[in-house]
């Protein structure tokens, strides 16, 4: 039996380095496009998420994991 279309499982630290990864690529394209506008609020934020989650990456993987 073949199932069409089932998406497979993925871990809870898939989907956060997957966020994380989607932070850091958001900032790098605002950087790309010209830097950042008059929008300090939003760029802040952008710029803020984009740093805790590179913290957040070299948590998970600078950690030794437990087998």
């Known amino acids: 039996m073949m ?9 809870p630290i898939e989907e956060i380095v997957k966020l994380c990864n989607a932070a850091v690529a958001k900032q790098s394209e605002q950087n790309k496009k010209g830097g950042f506008g008059l929008d300090d609020y939003t760029d802040g934020r952008t710029i803020g998420g ?10 998970i993987y600078d950690t030794p994991r437990s087998v």
């Open 50 to 59: 984009a740093s805790l989650a590179r913290n957040i990456l070299r948590l």
């Open 3 to 11: 199932l069409v279309g089932k998406k497979t499982k993925t871990t």
